[in-house]
């Protein structure tokens, strides 16, 4: 990146000078963030920053693309240690978050799919498999006021077979989960953002800021300064380097996916063990990632990268259970860094005069980041 004195009149008027309003990362928090501001503030000059020198440098390019709001496993993990109000409340929040996307970007848009989401059981889960027959009922009365869908978790062992999988005795289907091109989505969002007259540059990485009494003046490393009015965080993993006391950690998830496959059978979304594996068809291909829970001292890192223990993991999954009946040859693998913390919730705050953060978004961010963005801009705006 150039340096100040390098920039020319014209850029840094343009770009850098008047700015009321910084938000610092564009995932698909910071983007909705200046989407739903611009709403509220017509007038005001904002922009859009990220350090990845092309793309953004996160999570939101780089996720599964679930449209997922809560298999019955990962509800049932988390009641042990969450009253239930607070467990479907948060149901709740990626059930709307997922329309509020849904209403913004447009299916075409986001290559939406409502396929519906399956939970895989072996003979080792013949505990947690009872205690979902028995929390059925229960759970699809929950489900049914949140998203209107009478009977969404449905035994579907019967589909085993069709999906060709080897060592699953037992199917639960989510019916109202989806899957998004996550590519399109984020690419969909960035266009609507700058057709609205908010700049979105890659290539900056924010480093600090002063407060004098005007303005902000934020420092890039970048050699130059960005005076603002307001600045809103949306780091998510990184929100750390900003701001140091922040309860948010990062945590590395590895991905991988397969040369087009001909006559694969799955289709959908697949959650395995409360949903530390996932899988899903991109097409005719297979996209499969987890495995931070055989590692997660080292999957604690702001580093991407893939490892061999979870990668030959992955790989070993995809031959005895997911695709034991295909021969199959791994495309590309990849990693993005999630935001974690003790709790699921993400945090939405004013951090201190003129600044703002929402981070912290786990696994769930393309079901809830729609709404913390607008959320976020709420809040800086009024
Ligand atoms: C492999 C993987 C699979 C996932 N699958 C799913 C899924 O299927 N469904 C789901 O709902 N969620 C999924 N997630 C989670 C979801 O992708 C995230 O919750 C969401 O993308 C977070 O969005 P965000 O905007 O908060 O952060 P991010 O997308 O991470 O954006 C933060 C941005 O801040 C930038 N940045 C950081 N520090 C600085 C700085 N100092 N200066 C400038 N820029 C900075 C980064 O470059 C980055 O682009 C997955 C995540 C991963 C990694």
């Not at 698909?28 to 709403?39: E, F, T």
């Not at 920053?49 to 049932?76: K, Q």
């Not at 059981?121 to 229960?138: I, T, Y």
């Not at 080897?166 to 091109?181: A, C, M, W, Y």
Request: net charge neutral; aromatic share 8%; with cysteine.
């Amino acid at each position: 990146m150039e340096n100040v004195s390098s920039l020319s009149f014209w850029e840094r008027q343009t770009y850098f000078e008047g700015v009321d309003l910084l938000i610092v990362g564009s995932g698909i928090v910071g983007l909705n963030a200046a989407r739903a501001a611009r709403h509220l503030k017509p007038n005001w000059k904002i922009l859009v920053v990220d350090r990845g020198a092309i793309l953004p440098y996160g999570a939101s390019t780089r996720n599964a693309g679930f449209a997922c709001f809560g298999s019955m496993t990962e509800l049932l993990d988390d009641l042990k240690n969450n009253a239930e109000n607070d467990v479907f409340d948060l149901v709740q929040r990626r059930w709307t978050g997922l329309q509020r996307l849904r209403n913004v970007i447009g299916d075409k848009n986001l290559g939406y799919e409502e396929l519906g989401g399956y939970e895989l059981f072996s003979a080792a889960d013949k505990l947690v498999w009872k205690e979902c027959l028995n929390r059925l009922d229960g759970f699809n009365q929950q489900l049914e006021s949140i998203c209107g869908k009478k009977n969404n978790y449905e035994v579907a062992t019967h589909e085993i077979e069709n999906f060709g999988f080897s060592g699953v005795n037992h199917l639960i289907k989510n019916k109202g989960e989806g899957q998004v091109d996550t590519g399109k989505m984020m690419k969909s969002l960035l266009s609507l953002v700058r057709e609205k007259n908010v700049d979105v540059l890659n290539g900056i990485d924010i480093k600090a800021w002063q407060q004098n009494e005007s303005a902000l003046l934020v420092d890039t490393g970048n050699g130059f300064k960005i005076p603002t009015q307001q600045l809103l965080i949306t780091t998510n993993a990184f929100a750390k380097q900003l701001l140091p006391d922040i309860l948010v950690e990062p945590g590395r998830a590895q991905v991988l996916i397969t040369k087009p496959i001909s006559e694969l059978k799955v289709k959908g979304t697949f959650h395995i063990e409360k949903g530390y594996y996932y899988f899903r068809n991109v097409g005719d291909r297979l996209l499969l990632g987890g495995g931070r829970n055989l590692d997660f001292k080292s999957e604690n890192t702001y580093e991407f990268g893939t490892t061999s223990k979870v990668q030959d993991h992955l790989e070993n999954l995809l031959s005895t259970i997911i695709l034991p009946k295909h021969t199959f040859e791994i495309d590309q693998r990849w990693s993005g860094i999630m935001g974690l913390g003790p709790v699921k919730s993400s945090i939405i705050q004013k951090v201190e005069e003129r600044i703002y953060c929402a981070v912290r978004m786990g696994g769930m961010g393309v079901a809830i980041g729609t709404q913390v963005g607008e959320e976020a801009a709420a809040l800086v705006c009024n």
